[in-house]
């Protein structure tokens, strides 16, 4: 590498590690929830809220620069009591665009929606690309579901997926040796076949969980009675006009008619303000600095170089393309140890 590359490198990996540190900066000095878009103060209207990705059960933050990382329950949760608790916010739209992820978060933000909902502050979903599973869970919690016609959606149903290496390791000459103390501490092992007991254990688990699920869609989805529910509850996805027919949803449309609708059922004026709740400022959505932060992290300068250090030698290997797939692959990887409402 000549003199002048290396040097056009270190200058562009001090920039960018100068500009983190003036984005955390300036955030820090942004007053407590300003970051937010929610409309408090500023006269009534209607919080639009994401739930974007994977749902899980994790904080936000947990991207390379602390920005959030799929639908987290956690930070949804928040958002949904500072909502019901905020008098200028009347109702509420879900933008949902998630194919499920972990049951018990799911569950989280449905009792966080009822909530938000039994405050008198009507809740209505605007599904997206996909509402499945834990996507569906909780829609069926809001006041009203709109769906595209092309929306996939449904699928109320719990798996639980283990891989088995036992025969591929026999034939490597792998051998796994595991110590517990508890019969079925080791229940779901990969390196041996799973016993009868241990199936049935964990399928009467699975059964709960679905039973919770149906629980759940009984109680938000009115137009439904419980044996409507059952009839649906076989994992199967719909399209939007499937849905719609079966009632799974209310009524085929998009964000705008989903706007519209909140607005109604609060009893807002036809253009009171529509406005995305928990929107931090350009820094925060680039660096994830929180503006409620009122401490800068000594070792802030030594983490982000060595993350930008960590990237640049990933790409070296595999290229930039190859590191997002990696990526994908790793974070989806730890889905399979948890159990997943999809």
């Not at 590690?17 to 006269?43: D, R, W």
């Not at 909902?117 to 996507?135: E, I, L, N, R, T």
């Amino acid at each position: 590498m000549s003199k002048n590359l290396m040097r056009a490198a270190v200058t562009f990996m001090i920039v960018l590690v100068l500009i983190a540190v003036v984005g955390k900066l300036l955030a820090l000095q942004l007053p407590q929830g300003s970051g937010s878009s929610s409309g408090g103060g500023y006269g009534e209207s209607v919080a639009l809220l994401n739930i974007e990705g994977v749902i899980t059960g994790d904080s936000a933050g947990s991207g390379p620069f602390g920005a959030a990382v799929g639908a987290s329950s956690v930070d949804l949760c928040n958002k949904l009591y500072e909502i019901r608790d905020d008098d200028s916010i009347r109702a509420v739209v879900l933008r949902i665009n998630s194919p499920g992820g972990s049951a018990a978060a799911s569950d989280e933000i449905f009792r966080a929606v009822r909530a938000v909902s039994k405050a008198d502050k009507p809740v209505v979903a605007s599904m997206g690309d996909v509402a499945a599973s834990g996507g569906y869970y909780i829609a069926a919690a809001c006041d009203y579901i709109y769906a595209n016609p092309a929306t996939l959606t449904g699928s109320i149903g719990v798996v639980f997926e283990l891989i088995n290496w036992d025969e591929a390791a026999g034939k490597l000459g792998i051998r796994s040796e595991t110590l517990h103390a508890g019969q079925y501490k080791d229940i779901g092992s990969p390196w041996r076949e799973m016993q009868p007991d241990e199936r049935a254990a964990m399928e009467a688990m699975l059964k709960q969980v679905h039973e919770q699920f149906i629980r759940a869609v009984d109680e938000g989805r009115q137009p439904l009675d419980e044996a409507g529910v059952r009839k649906l509850a076989t994992g199967m996805i719909y399209n939007g006009e499937d849905a719609a027919a079966n009632g799974l949803v209310d009524s085929l449309g998009g964000l705008q008619e989903a706007k519209v609708k909140a607005r109604a059922l609060a009893k807002l004026d036809a253009d009171a303000p529509v406005e995305e709740y928990g929107v931090g400022s350009f820094w925060d959505v680039m660096f994830g600095a929180s503006a409620s932060s009122r401490q800068l992290d000594p070792a802030l300068l030594g983490e982000l170089g060595a993350v930008l250090a960590a990237r640049q030698a990933l790409e070296s290997r595999y290229g930039s393309a190859g590191l997002g797939t990696l990526s994908r692959g790793l974070y989806l990887n730890t889905l399979l140890r948890d159990l997943v409402v999809r």
